[in-house]
């Protein structure tokens, strides 16, 4: 599963407010910067204008201990602007997948058709350049430990690395270098001209904004430029922008993004700077309806008829939890972060290239063997567990206990679940 | 008065072309044919392609096949040394696995070049003992580096059960094994069913083949014949 730490970032932050499930107005004035992971909205009712005329206060993290920590969740391999080398193409999620798309890669026409239907995810990830400029680190420290999809249009989404709240601190006060845009007062601007403004300019062909009436224009996926596609799967969904963004930055933002993010798809729309405060009002304080989250699927009853290994590997196994737990001696060493370790993940050592080693179970957290098919205390198999776990975790509902799968990546539809939850329920037949 | 025997133009043409690509190349097999010190600059290591096809046939369950294409790609591969390549071991764990699971005699005949059959067709019992000890070592090898690997247990200890002085051992690991749920393949629980079996574990004997016919599916034919089918 294929992974990647800076991308996600920046989307978890975003969904991390939308996804409270009771937005807390808060003060607009003083945007936290505690360690603490908000986990909701800090949802600003219309009228409240955030002023944040005082200095957004500086993380507490140690910035030489997040780059350390950088380097040890491997961020680089997904995101850029981690201040770190850019990896070998071994190692590089998005040039690598890029390079087969393209059919640059070096390898076999065969191999290369071979591998194209699976790597159409990480084409592109958010680049974690001048993340101090734009985001609010407390948020950073917020999504990093619960990260949530902000881009409704890019299919993969930040992973749930491993990282303490500490970790997530020093993270973020490392990726946002201590940079912090200016103090900005939004006193006396105007909502409603930000909500036109947001229609002429037509912001919504490349932005969602969910939990406000539709905006006329909309994203049309699969439509448009390779420019305009790659704009449409980065743009995030405005509604989260109240939790991501300070009103400083923001206005900074809509009026120069170039010159914040140099390379950035978001365009200049030469917003006048009371335009560029009208708007950022709108989009800080708009009442927003709730999140929307994924129903949770129903969990369907085991299949009377056969499952064999074949089928589970057509449907499911090689569809997408192969690249992260694939076959070690065949990648150079590397089986990926279920297998061999990775993305700060500890060497599991779950394969799932064959049939015998996905028998073969995985190591626990003891270093111990064990099955990934031995039941739960509900009975149900391990397996199945962190596959339904992953559909809990787009209803909203994380365990701590237990990461869903596939990471950072859509969850499994019902039937995909049912298939798997049938083949071990008849013995796991070959 | 004689005169030299007169040289042909064309001979001398083409010497002359041989000596240039002569002088070109590293090695003065460039001229004549063989221009093997060149080509191979460019050509592919085929074996990790065959191993990789033998795996796929193993694991289609065809043996002969499967063994047939690593002897094909490593004529020698029982006297490689395994610990200085990944593609070595791998070739010598599929063609082990496909021993133990044909009982030590493979029918090569039509698949592999007579020259490169060696014992490994098992005509007698003693090249039969000695191909499945020979697997055995091997698996052991393997085992020795991927030591956590319950995968390559059960072929080990699957092997170790066709030794007569092995059984024991190769009890010990597919019960230690069975605990956890994580002997790997239908024919690691038909070992361990025989050795159970062999023991006077009836009890055990008929729960490990009833697990072995779960997982071999359409295969069950090495699971032994339903306890209701003997009786």
Same mark, same amino acid.
């Given at each position: 599963?294929?992974?990647?730490?800076?991308?996600?970032l920046?989307?978890?932050?975003?969904?991390?407010a939308?996804?409270?499930?009771?937005?807390?107005?808060?003060? @607009?004035?003083?945007?936290?910067?505690?360690?603490?992971?908000?986990?909701?909205?800090?949802?600003?009712?219309?009228?409240?204008?955030?002023?944040?005329?005082?200095?957004?206060?500086?993380?507490?993290?140690?910035? @030489?201990?997040?780059q350390r920590?950088?380097?040890?969740?491997?961020?680089?391999?997904?995101?850029?602007?981690?201040?770190?080398?850019?990896?070998?193409?071994?190692?590089?999620?998005?040039g690598?997948?890029?390079?087969?798309?393209?059919g640059?890669?070096?390898?076999?026409?065969?191999?290369?058709?071979?591998?194209?239907?699976?790597?159409?995810?990480?084409?592109?990830?958010?680049?974690l /350049?001048?993340l101090?400029r734009?985001?609010?680190?407390?948020?950073?420290?917020?999504?990093?430990?619960?990260?949530?999809d902000?881009?409704?249009?890019?299919?993969?989404?930040?992973?749930?690395?491993?990282?303490?709240?500490?970790?997530?601190?020093?993270?973020?006060?490392?990726?946002?270098?201590?940079?912090?845009?200016?103090?900005?007062?939004l006193?006396?601007?105007d909502?409603?001209?930000?909500r036109?403004?947001?229609?002429?300019?037509?912001?919504?062909?490349?932005?969602?904004?969910?939990?406000?009436?539709?905006?006329?224009?909309?994203?049309?996926?699969?439509?448009?430029?390779?420019?305009?596609?790659?704009?449409?799967r980065?743009?995030?969904?405005?509604?989260?922008?109240?939790?991501?963004?300070?009103?400083?930055?923001?206005?900074?933002?809509?009026?120069?993004?170039?010159?914040?993010?140099?390379?950035?798809?978001m365009?200049?729309?030469?917003?006048s700077?009371?335009?560029?405060?009208?708007?950022?009002?709108?989009?800080?304080?708009?009442?927003?309806?709730?999140?929307?989250?994924?129903?949770?699927?129903v969990r369907?009853?085991?299949?009377?008829?056969?499952?064999?290994?074949?089928?589970?590997?057509?449907?499911?196994?090689?569809?997408?939890?192969?690249?992260?737990?694939?076959?070690?001696?065949?990648?150079?060493?590397?089986?990926?972060?279920?297998?061999?370790?990775?993305?700060?993940?500890?060497?599991?050592?779950?394969?799932?290239s064959?049939?015998?080693?996905?028998?073969?179970?995985l190591?626990?957290?003891?270093?111990e063997?064990?099955?990934?098919?031995?039941?739960?205390?509900?009975?149900?198999?391990?397996?199945v567990?962190?596959?339904?776990?992953?559909?809990?975790?787009?209803?909203?509902?994380?365990?701590?206990?237990?990461?869903?799968?596939?990471?950072?990546?859509?969850?499994?539809?019902? /039937?995909?679940?049912?298939?798997?939850?049938?083949?071990?329920?008849q013995?796991?037949?070959? | 008065?004689?005169?030299?025997?007169?040289?042909?133009?064309?001979?001398?043409? #083409?010497?002359?072309?041989?000596?240039?690509?002569?002088?070109?190349?590293?090695?003065a097999l460039?001229?004549?044919?063989?221009?093997?010190?060149?080509?191979?600059?460019?050509?592919?290591?085929?074996?990790?392609?065959?191993?990789?096809?033998?795996?796929?046939?193993?694991?289609?369950?065809?043996?002969?096949?499967?063994a047939?294409?690593?002897?094909?790609?490593?004529?020698?591969?029982?006297?490689?040394?395994?610990?200085?390549?990944?593609?070595? #071991?791998?070739?010598?764990?599929?063609?082990?696995?496909?021993?133990?699971?044909?009982?030590?005699?493979?029918?090569?005949?039509?698949?592999?070049?007579?020259?490169?059959?060696?014992?490994?067709?098992?005509?007698?019992q003693?090249?039969?003992?000695?191909?499945?000890?020979?697997?055995?070592g091997?698996?052991?090898?393997?085992?020795?580096t991927?030591?956590?690997?319950?995968?390559?247990?059960?072929?080990?200890?699957?092997?170790?059960?066709?030794?007569?002085?092995?059984r024991?051992?190769?009890?010990?690991?597919?019960?230690?094994?069975?605990?956890?749920?994580?002997?790997?393949?239908?024919?690691?629980?038909?070992?361990?069913?025989?050795?159970?079996?062999? #023991?006077?574990?009836?009890?055990?004997?008929?729960?490990?083949?009833e697990?072995?016919?779960?997982?071999?599916?359409?295969?069950?034919?090495?699971?032994?014949?339903?306890a209701?089918?003997?009786?």
């Amino acid at each position: 599963m294929r992974v990647t730490t800076t991308a996600v970032l920046l989307a978890t932050v975003t969904l991390l407010a939308a996804c409270d499930d009771k937005p807390t107005p808060t003060p @607009a004035s003083s945007p936290s910067v505690s360690a603490a992971p908000s986990g909701g909205a800090r949802a600003l009712t219309s009228g409240a204008l955030p002023h944040a005329a005082a200095a957004p206060v500086a993380l507490a993290g140690d910035a @030489a201990e997040g780059q350390r920590l950088v380097e040890q969740y491997e961020c680089s391999r997904c995101h850029q602007g981690t201040g770190q080398p850019a990896p070998k193409l071994a190692l590089d999620c998005v040039g690598c997948h890029q390079q087969i798309l393209a059919g640059k890669f070096p390898a076999s026409p065969a191999k290369l058709a071979e591998w194209k239907p699976h790597v159409a995810y990480y084409q592109e990830t958010p680049s974690l /350049e001048a993340l101090g400029r734009r985001l609010e680190p407390a948020y950073l420290v917020a999504f990093l430990q619960r990260p949530e999809d902000v881009r409704p249009h890019l299919v993969p989404s930040m992973p749930r690395l491993p990282l303490s709240a500490e970790q997530a601190t020093h993270v973020a006060a490392y990726l946002t270098r201590g940079e912090r845009p200016k103090a900005q007062r939004l006193d006396g601007a105007d909502p409603a001209h930000g909500r036109a403004l947001l229609e002429n300019k037509s912001c919504g062909s490349c932005h969602e904004f969910s939990g406000v009436a539709p905006l006329t224009a909309r994203p049309k996926p699969g439509v448009g430029s390779e420019e305009q596609q790659r704009a449409i799967r980065l743009a995030p969904d405005l509604r989260h922008t109240r939790d991501r963004w300070s009103p400083g930055a923001l206005v900074e933002w809509l009026l120069e993004p170039e010159r914040v993010k140099p390379g950035t798809l978001m365009p200049s729309h030469s917003l006048s700077p009371a335009e560029a405060r009208d708007l950022a009002a709108y989009l800080l304080t708009t009442p927003l309806e709730p999140p929307r989250l994924k129903a949770l699927p129903v969990r369907l009853p085991v299949l009377s008829r056969r499952v064999r290994y074949a089928e589970v590997v057509e449907q499911v196994i090689g569809v997408t939890c192969r690249h992260c737990h694939g076959d070690a001696d065949l990648t150079l060493g590397d089986g990926g972060p279920g297998n061999t370790g990775g993305f700060g993940f500890t060497p599991r050592r779950m394969d799932l290239s064959t049939y015998e080693r996905t028998n073969a179970g995985l190591l626990n957290a003891q270093g111990e063997r064990e099955s990934v098919f031995a039941k739960l205390p509900d009975g149900t198999p391990r397996l199945v567990a962190s596959l339904i776990a992953r559909q809990r975790e787009e209803a909203g509902q994380v365990d701590p206990q237990v990461r869903g799968m596939p990471l950072g990546l859509p969850a499994l539809s019902a /039937e995909q679940v049912q298939l798997v939850e049938s083949w071990v329920a008849q013995g796991r037949p070959r | 008065m004689t005169h030299p025997k007169r040289i042909p133009g064309s001979f001398l043409a #083409a010497l002359t072309a041989c000596a240039a690509l002569t002088g070109l190349s590293s090695s003065a097999l460039a001229c004549g044919g063989d221009w093997g010190p060149a080509m191979l600059e460019y050509e592919q290591d085929h074996r990790p392609f065959a191993v990789s096809l033998a795996e796929q046939q193993l694991e289609d369950g065809k043996l002969v096949a499967a063994a047939a294409s690593v002897i094909r790609s490593m004529p020698h591969v029982r006297t490689l040394s395994a610990k200085k390549s990944t593609v070595v #071991a791998r070739a010598q764990r599929t063609l082990a696995v496909a021993l133990v699971r044909s009982g030590g005699a493979l029918s090569l005949k039509g698949q592999v070049p007579v020259y490169a059959r060696g014992k490994w067709e098992g005509k007698s019992q003693a090249d039969r003992q000695a191909n499945l000890e020979w697997a055995a070592g091997a698996l052991r090898a393997v085992s020795a580096t991927k030591a956590d690997d319950p995968s390559v247990k059960t072929e080990l200890a699957e092997a170790l059960a066709r030794l007569e002085s092995h059984r024991q051992e190769a009890r010990g690991i597919l019960e230690e094994l069975a605990k956890k749920d994580l002997i790997a393949s239908p024919e690691g629980y038909a070992a361990l069913a025989e050795l159970r079996r062999a #023991a006077g574990d009836e009890p055990g004997q008929r729960a490990a083949a009833e697990r072995c016919r779960a997982m071999a599916g359409e295969g069950a034919g090495l699971c032994g014949a339903p306890a209701s089918a003997k009786s």
